[in-house]
């Protein structure tokens, strides 16, 4: 079984550019979760989302944040106009739906966005 | 808001000798789990605790709930170079969101 996938691993963006961020679930799973980790610092979480819904986005930033989970294809995080700040380590998460084990969630690698 | 305190922040350790991060939270949880992340890494789920009280052992490693569901401990006997990461309790506090709060973690270094 395939874990979470996430791409790219790194990602190198210009100030003003836009980063999208792609994450595809462990099979069987239906609920995606994105953090984001600054340098030498724990995971914040961010948004969770099931298929065509996001369930909560209350660690997210309002303004050039976003993210979406298709029907189809991968969940995506999207960032636009960059910062230096936004440069930080984006992990996604999957976790299975319902019963005792729905809130154990399993990590893809990471995408490492660094923003010159 | 939520808040989870994990101590200590850094444990520097002979290898062989033990090693106990504790997890702190201000309300009562539905459960905690735990996580270790090696440098350069991702989190990789440990564990999952969830009844008053309970403990659990992986190998060397000893996990527990507090009677009140409000912090955890994760000890680990004779330590290896391979235990070297940081550790992560998370929770969760119930409700429609099964988002993690994550504590701040504690970083061992393990010396040969």
């Known amino acids: 079984n395939a874990g979470v996938m996430q791409n790219p691993r790194h990602l190198v963006r210009r100030r003003g550019q836009e980063a999208r961020l792609r994450c595809s679930p462990m099979k069987g799973h239906s609920h995606v979760y994105w953090y984001r980790q600054l340098p030498e610092e724990g995971l914040k979480f961010m948004v969770y989302?099931?298929?065509?819904?996001?369930?909560?986005e209350s660690g997210m930033p309002k303004e050039r944040f976003s993210a979406e989970f298709p029907k189809e294809g991968p969940s995506i995080l999207r960032i636009q106009q960059v910062v230096r700040g936004d440069s930080a380590a984006y992990f996604c998460?999957?976790?299975?739906?319902?019963?005792?084990?729905?809130?154990?969630?399993?990590f893809g690698a990471g995408t490492r966005l660094s923003v010159l | 808001g939520q808040q989870v305190m994990q101590i200590p922040q850094y444990q520097h350790v002979q290898e062989g000798e033990d090693f106990t991060t504790y997890c702190n939270s201000s309300?009562?949880?539905?459960?905690i789990q735990w996580y270790k992340q090696r440098p350069g890494g991702h989190p990789v789920f440990l564990i999952q605790?969830?009844?008053?009280?309970e403990v659990k052992k992986q190998k060397r490693l000893t996990f527990q709930f507090g009677e009140a569901k409000k912090n955890s401990s994760l000890h680990i006997t004779a330590t290896q170079t391979t235990d070297v990461g940081t550790y992560f309790c998370?929770?969760?506090?119930?409700?429609?969101?099964?988002?993690?709060?994550f504590g701040t973690g504690t970083l061992l270094a393990v010396q040969p």
């Open positions: 605790l969830v009844k008053s009280g």
């Open positions: 998370a929770v969760t506090y119930g409700g429609a969101t099964n988002k993690l709060i």
């Open positions: 309300t009562t949880l539905s459960n």
């Open positions: 989302l099931q298929k065509e819904n996001i369930i909560d």
């Open positions: 998460a999957s976790s299975p739906s319902g019963g005792a084990i729905k809130n154990i969630q399993y």
